[in-house]
């Protein structure tokens, strides 16, 4: 038998396949084929000066807080730093487009993002001065711990933004991470969901140019990261990540349609890693000056100074000011730094689980007799400094 | 005892024979109505109550919002049940299968673990990673491993197996509302395993974390848990021809260990052996055998034995029975138990 002979063969005229149906237009998700801008653009004109002026504000200090914890690296106050450097527009924005109720998820290279967000920097850098794994209270602040593997905490956005939605809270939350973080399993796990689950989350890639060493093009052949959002039926938005308005209006919108329940939103900011990946690497094994010097010229604060001094918002004085403020945050934050945290071996056992297990008790009486034998009768209360 | 005795409905008292995925079930259908954070989440858990449904019914009762179907993807179901307690939720998820369970490895090791310490107490994860493990069903590749040593050389989980429809009712309920991350595995092929049960007052089990003695005995202490319960039961009733009089402890947990109850045991018995599906070489019975010699050396009238699977990747089905430890294995065990001295 053949299979015109089959019944109901003859009638049949092949079709798509019968369960084949478009899930989604693609055309609406495709980012703008250039990095969207505001500053040098007619749309500069429209933008409110007032925050233009905050964003400068934000700017000088948050580049003065990167130099400054960098030399903390080399007085050896802080273990490493991983510089956003020539980033500050993208850290800028992530943190002042929120809502006090909404959540951040940093990546350890956005410590600058949970600063201007309000936490104290110290607290910010218990992290990377190598005292305490989190500083803060992630409730209190509606900050994350900052993640180290890469893009792990992307799904932990969705999931919270997810049990916020189901709840009826006006919550959104936006997870930041690097180029290299699109490799990982996770971010394709979780913008799958997130796109499935029509969560309110933000992605911020910060797509600096370099996975350590590593440039973009050893990392993907996507037209471009922004274009990964349309395979999971959210829109991508591909932004000019040194232009603080661009950064501002983008993500505003992108939060802003989180909240209208319309789901979440890809956004590759383009911008460059201006110093190494730490203070621990070398990048003239990776990279020539000439480069480095071309993103020079593009430099988040220049382009907003010219705009500003150029539309006459901003003159000598107002600069000075703005630096001299800058000035007074990094002598701070130097001076709280200079001083030796406070720790308690005993910690050590405190959070392992609710209640300490058996093995856990000995190992801290254990551990009790050891610190007696050093100096003396331990208190239970009694600390040490660590250098 | 705890919250779950409280919980409320018709306690009838009648007593009919359950499954333990029945009572798996109802203790997750009982943990939801009793506190509505919790929530259920994996693949196919909703519409199809879950390959082996343990889940059938709480979409139909609680909704899809509360038992979700997910995309397939561990380490993304995980990662988002990790926001969602973050939020103050109290998921429990579901790995399809042990093999299935390790693209979530990372997210259980780096985050679920580590999130009450690494906030220094502030933001403990009260998860629920239920894994279906063991072999014994006749599982193709990649469905029969005993994945708990992975689970136990990691600070920050409880690590929690039943071995009884009533312990699988009880510890499951415990494992739900404890604050911390608990790796709860279930022996696949104790599923259809029946007891007399009375779903509607439901035996609770002590906090997790204690062990019991299932057979008490006098010759030797058999130690296991999970899968291996039922052959440590039969090998005892086997070693009475023999003359032995075998004492049988179920752990229950491997964390916390239950240091107290087996030490106790083989100080009455003076010998040990340790039984279960996980191979050998770097498997729990290791840690297991060292913490009853550094308690009871001087007790000990033998070494502690270990009978485990082999330290092979798990067999293909129509081979399995010879990788299982089986009654025979483990009465041949306490057959080297150095019972010369005794005669």
């Not at chain 1, 991470?177 to 029509?198: I, P, Q």
């Not at chain 2, 579901?94 to 107490?121: C, I, W």
Request: charge should be negative; hydrophobic fraction near 40%; aromatic fraction near 6%.
């Amino acid at each position: 038998m053949t299979v015109q002979e089959l019944p109901g063969a003859a009638a049949y005229r092949p079709t798509p396949p019968p369960a084949w149906k478009p899930l989604t237009d693609p055309a609406p998700l495709l980012p703008d084929p250039e990095p969207f801008r505001v500053l040098g653009t007619d749309a500069a004109a429209d933008a409110d000066p007032e925050l233009l002026l905050r964003l400068y504000a934000e700017l000088v200090r948050g580049r003065r807080y990167n130099a400054q914890a960098t030399a903390l690296t080399k007085q050896g106050r802080l273990a490493v730093y991983p510089s956003s450097t020539g980033q500050e527009a993208c850290e800028i924005a992530a943190a002042l487009v929120l809502e006090d109720r909404d959540w951040l998820f940093p990546s350890y290279r956005d410590t600058l993002a949970a600063v201007a967000r309000g936490l104290d920097p110290v607290e910010a850098l218990t992290l990377l001065r190598g005292d305490r794994h989190t500083g803060y209270d992630p409730r209190e602040h509606r900050i994350a711990p900052l993640c180290t593997p890469l893009a792990t905490q992307l799904p932990h956005a969705v999931g919270l933004a997810h049990a916020a939605r189901l709840k009826g809270d006006d919550v959104v939350a936006l997870a930041m991470v690097g180029d290299g973080g699109t490799s990982e399993g996770d971010f394709h796990e979780a913008l799958n969901f997130a796109a499935v689950w029509r969560a309110p989350v933000v992605f911020l890639v910060q797509n600096n140019g370099f996975a350590i060493s590593v440039p973009l093009a050893k990392q993907t052949a996507a037209p471009s990261l922004a274009h990964k959002a349309v395979g999971y039926g959210m829109p991508g938005r591909l932004v000019d990540g040194n232009d603080a308005a661009a950064m501002h209006q983008v993500l505003s919108e992108a939060v802003a349609r989180a909240r209208r329940g319309e789901g979440p939103t890809l956004v590759e900011a383009v911008t460059y890693r201006m110093d190494a990946h730490t203070n621990a690497d070398d990048a003239t094994r990776y990279r020539g000056d000439s480069e480095v010097e071309t993103w020079r010229a593009h430099d988040p604060i220049v382009l907003l100074e010219r705009e500003l001094t150029g539309r006459g918002l901003l003159d000598e004085d107002g600069m000075t000011a703005v630096r001299e403020e800058a000035e007074r945050m990094a002598e701070g934050l130097r001076e709280q730094m200079n001083a030796d945290p406070v720790l308690d071996p005993m910690d050590l056992f405190s959070h392992v689980y609710e209640e300490q297990t058996g093995q856990l008790r000995e190992q801290a009486d254990q551990l009790r007799v050891e610190l007696d034998a050093e100096h003396g009768p331990h208190d239970g209360h009694g600390a040490e400094g660590v250098r | 005892m705890s919250t779950a005795a409280a919980t409320a409905g018709e306690r009838t008292g009648r007593v009919k024979p359950a499954t333990m995925a029945q009572a798996l079930g109802r203790a997750l259908r009982d943990s939801m109505a009793e506190d509505p954070t919790v929530h259920v989440l994996g693949e196919d858990v909703g519409t199809l109550g879950g390959v082996f449904r343990v889940t059938d019914g709480l979409a139909k009762e609680f909704g899809d919002e509360r038992c979700t179907d997910t995309p397939l993807a561990e380490a993304g179901i995980l990662g988002a049940a990790v926001g969602m307690a973050m939020y103050g939720l109290r998921p429990v998820v579901e790995m399809q299968f042990d093999a299935f369970a390790y693209p979530a490895f990372e997210q259980l090791v780096s985050h679920v673990a580590k999130m009450r310490n690494r906030t220094g107490g502030a933001m403990p994860l009260p998860i629920t990673v239920r894994v279906p493990y063991g072999g014994g069903i006749g599982g193709v590749e990649h469905h029969s491993d005993s994945s708990e040593a992975y689970y136990m050389a990691t600070p920050g989980l409880h690590v929690v197996m039943p071995a009884t429809v009533d312990d699988a009712y009880g510890l499951l309920r415990e494992s739900i509302a404890s604050d911390d991350p608990v790796v709860f595995l279930e022996p696949k092929r104790l599923y259809w395993s029946k007891a007399d049960w009375s779903p509607d007052a439901p035996a609770l089990v002590e906090p997790i974390g204690r062990a019991v003695v299932r057979r008490p005995g006098r010759s030797a202490t058999l130690i296991t848990y999970g899968p291996s319960l039922p052959v440590c039961l039969e090998a005892a009733e086997a070693a009475t021809a023999e003359g032995w009089d075998l004492e049988v402890v179920d752990l229950r947990s491997l964390v916390p260990f239950d240091d107290e109850t087996v030490a106790a045991s083989v100080r009455r018995t003076g010998r040990a052996v340790v039984v279960h599906e996980s191979s050998g070489f770097g498997g729990p019975g290791g840690e297991i055998a060292a913490r009853v010699t550094e308690r009871c050396f001087h007790h000990l009238e033998a070494p502690v034995l270990r009978v485990a699977g082999f330290d092979i990747p798990y067999p293909p089905p129509m081979q399995e029975r010879h990788h299982l430890p089986g009654v025979d294995r483990v009465l041949d065990a306490v057959a080297r138990l150095q019972w010369e001295a005794e005669s």
